[in-house]
């Protein structure tokens, strides 16, 4: 288990009344693919938020249980610290309409007012959006605003922002949604790439992609964790019939 | 059935006449008073009476510069202090659009909002008039600023809230401190509301008579002393114009034409601005 990342016990989150994941316990290892799938409302998007205390920021969202980036307890350590060492991309791709393409992918040293020579800062940009799949395509045009390039560039673009502050795991939510086949194919080749530095959770609706992407797959169901398991094994042998139930097709 | 259609495009095409009819005939008053207040007042503009006080009674000349510099000063203080207080409060309403601190300081806002200038202009006279003893542009200042605190906390209010959710997330996603969410990213993704409210908010407190009637009061003299009472354009007209004389009817239509043209082009500015700045979302 050394090579657990991110690990979760006992874990549980409410909005309110409403007990949206429920003792869920999990460990997540370094470098790999983990899609979370489950039907609407299963708490899926709601556990990934608490990954990286997002999902405080609601009126009225508390937690209980343990969730930890390897030894260290997320619910102890500063949330700035763990948003810079879990990153995010969002459902709805989401640049900064104010800042350039270059300003959007150092979003996260300017925002936070850190001083850097101009030289490194061009050196992150290129890196980050080479490893974004998005260096050729906006290369000649990085200081126009991020918001004129098309959905799936858009997406890659965000991408490409939370690689820069080089996190430990980056979290997805619904990452291709909102985008056309084409850019979602790109993106899910991308999440190939990256995962050799970083470790990706990637929420989804969508059980072919969770197939082609993940190295295991996580099952929310009514805010449980149904199954957790390799997600070959997951999709031609599930242990749990409710698991096999959501596969085939029988609810969702 | 054919019949009744026929007589359904009737009815559709006299509602849309009326409309447009409407809409032209409102544009009515404004293009009359407009043309009115240009045929008086621009006769009398030109550089001497925009750098000359009002002369006495019996001689000719004289211009307006007195107020103009009064107006001024009045307005940039009262923005000193409305302007920014305005847009953190604004702010504030528009993050915590649920809290009952909210609830309440936006039914205040509202109050104030309706609260006639007269009756602001005498709060002020007895908070800071009477204690000082003396009318002050100060006080024409404080009048100001109260008027415009409304209108720049609901602009920016109402800006702040149109901004999607996931522009904040984005930011504190990438461990962005909370202040910084707000000053580096929301308030410039709505730069351009914000400004446009200020500048509305400065159009309508530049032409405000009532409040400044007991506190800058006025002064035929050129004046930049804060303490003293201080000539404002609205005040001007109102005293010259009700006087008996014809050279100061005419200055007063002067000054309302200067009026006009500067709310006027402030408007046309806000446009612009609004257009040009808008960010894309």
């Given amino acids: ?252 | 059935m054919d019949a009744r259609i026929g007589v359904r495009n009737t009815k559709s095409i006299i509602f849309k006449s009326v409309i447009i009819f409407l809409a032209f005939v409102i544009t009515i008053p404004l293009i009359i008073v407009l043309l009115y207040i240009i045929k008086q007042g621009i006769t009398q503009v030109n550089w001497h009476f925009l750098t000359n006080i009002p002369a006495p009674v019996g001689e000719t000349g004289g211009g307006i510069s007195n107020a103009l510099l009064g107006s001024f000063i009045i307005v940039v203080m009262a923005s000193i202090v409305a302007i920014p207080v305005g847009i953190l409060a604004g702010i504030y309403l528009s993050e915590n659009a649920r809290t009952r601190l909210a609830y309440y300081a936006g039914l205040c806002v509202d109050v104030l909002q309706g609260v006639p200038s007269i009756v602001v202009g005498i709060v002020v006279y007895f908070w800071v008039v009477k204690p000082l003893g003396t009318f002050s542009a100060i006080s024409g200042s404080i009048a100001l600023a109260i008027m415009m605190l409304p209108i720049v906390i609901r602009s920016t209010e109402q800006t702040l809230l149109l901004l999607p959710s996931s522009l904040k997330e984005a930011a504190l996603s990438l461990g962005v401190p909370y202040h910084r969410v707000i000053l580096k990213v929301i308030v410039p993704c709505g730069f351009a509301g914000i400004l446009s409210g200020i500048m509305l908010s400065v159009a309508r407190i530049i032409g405000e008579t009532a409040p400044l009637l007991f506190t800058a009061f006025g002064n035929p003299y050129l004046s930049t002393a804060l303490t003293k009472p201080m000539e404002t354009l609205p005040h001007l007209i109102f005293t010259y114009a009700t006087s008996p004389y014809d050279d100061w009817h005419n200055l007063a239509w002067g000054a309302s034409f200067i009026l006009l043209m500067f709310v006027l082009l402030l408007n046309i500015f806000t446009k612009l601005i609004t257009r040009k700045w808008n960010i894309q979302l």
Wanted: net charge neutral; glycine share 6%; aromatic share 10%.
């Fill in chain 1, 1 to 252: 288990m050394e090579h657990t990342v991110v690990s979760a016990s006992k874990f549980n989150a409410w909005f309110g009344d409403n007990h949206a994941v429920k003792d869920v316990s999990i460990g997540i290892e370094k470098n790999q693919v983990i899609a979370v799938m489950g039907p609407s409302g299963c708490g899926k998007t709601t556990f990934l938020r608490c990954i990286n205390r997002m999902h405080e920021l609601i009126p009225g969202a508390t937690t209980k249980g343990s969730m930890k980036l390897y030894e260290d307890d997320v619910y102890k350590m500063n949330p700035i610290y763990v948003r810079y060492k879990i990153g995010m991309v969002f459902q709805r791709p989401n640049p900064f309409p104010n800042l350039s393409i270059y300003d959007n992918v150092v979003a996260g040293y300017k925002l936070n007012g850190l001083k850097m020579q101009k030289k490194d800062l061009d050196n992150i940009v290129e890196k980050s959006l080479t490893s974004a799949a998005l260096w050729g395509e906006v290369k000649d045009s990085l200081h126009k605003k991020g918001t004129f390039l098309s959905g799936g560039q858009q997406q890659r673009l965000c991408i490409a922002r939370a690689i820069a502050m080089e996190p430990e795991v980056i979290l997805f939510d619904e990452p291709t949604s909102a985008l056309d086949p084409i850019s979602t194919a790109s993106v899910e080749t991308l999440f190939h790439e990256l995962k050799t530095n970083y470790t990706l959770i990637i929420v989804t609706h969508n059980m072919q992609q969770a197939a082609r992407v993940s190295d295991k797959t996580a099952f929310f169901y009514l805010g449980e964790l149904v199954e957790y398991d390799d997600t070959k094994q997951m999709f031609t042998a599930p242990k749990d019939t409710r698991t096999q139930n959501y596969i085939t097709g029988r609810f969702s």
